[in-house]
């Protein structure tokens, strides 16, 4: 893939702690417009953190994080405003149960960007056909597999037209069938150009997926490098401890 030589998303000497307990030590990031990196690492080490600082859910103790070239992390910035540029997709679906899939996309569409009724529908129908659940658009989330409802909310993420989308372990809820299908899906965001920032323990995506793997260990980035290499030569023992135990 191609990057600006601007970095898209660019975090710089980010801490976080919560209490006494430092969970991001100066954590230091980028990924350059239209490219893949994915974040793996042992639980406990940063992982998800990093994600919900960046789209500023939890607000950094220091450092800054910028879109863009913009510094979301400075005082007075319209953190909606940010928001909206920035996707996000969780562990957990968080669709709302008792709506259809449909309305579960149009709903913030309508609320948050202010779109008519019509135009809103109109977005989440392209959307569910472009995750391959057209036929599904009327059907409420316990009607839905897991990978469906998770399917139904990487589109209800791409529906507020991001410029950047975060996955925070998107498979880890899912039985193993149900894996393939998210995977199918973020890699044809992958392939389409979206600047993606991934949380993942699923090796296989990373390696096939990624343009860059980000090792984090006891809250930093411990290494960092195109996948192949990280996942077949990886410099430190820290990662080759790591990577003998999920590989």
């Not at 609320?111 to 809103?120: G, I, N, Q, T």
């Not at 569910?128 to 059907?139: E, K």
């Not at 409420?140 to 925070?168: C, H, N, T, Y």
Request: charged content about 20%.
């Amino acid at each position: 893939m191609t990057t600006a030589a601007a970095p898209h998303l660019q975090l710089r000497n980010v801490c976080k702690s919560f209490g006494s307990v430092k969970v991001l030590r100066d954590v230091s990031l980028e990924v350059g417009r239209g490219e893949t990196v994915c974040v793996i690492g042992p639980s406990g080490s940063g992982k998800s953190t990093l994600l919900r600082c960046v789209n500023m859910l939890s607000a950094p103790d220091s450092g800054d994080v910028s879109v863009g070239g913009e510094v979301i992390t400075r005082t007075g910035t319209d953190l909606n405003s940010a928001r909206t540029r920035i996707g996000m997709v969780f562990q957990n679906f968080n669709l709302f149960p008792h709506m259809s899939a449909q309305r579960n996309i149009t709903v913030p569409l309508r609320r948050v960007l202010k779109l008519s009724r019509s135009d809103a529908d109109q977005r989440a129908v392209t959307l569910l056909d472009r995750v391959g659940l057209s036929r599904h658009a009327h059907n409420r989330p316990a009607k839905l597999s897991g990978g469906q409802q998770q399917r139904v909310a990487i589109a209800r993420a791409l529906a507020m037209q991001p410029e950047i989308m975060l996955f925070d372990e998107a498979t880890s809820a899912l039985d193993p069938e149900m894996v393939k299908e998210v995977l199918a899906v973020m890699r044809d965001l992958s392939g389409s150009g979206m600047t993606m920032l991934v949380v993942t323990h699923e090796m296989g995506f990373a390696r096939e997926g990624a343009d860059r793997v980000v090792f984090m260990d006891e809250g930093r980035v411990a290494e960092t490098g195109p996948a192949e290499q990280m996942l077949s030569s990886p410099q430190t023992r820290r990662l080759q401890d790591f990577l003998s135990k999920v590989l």
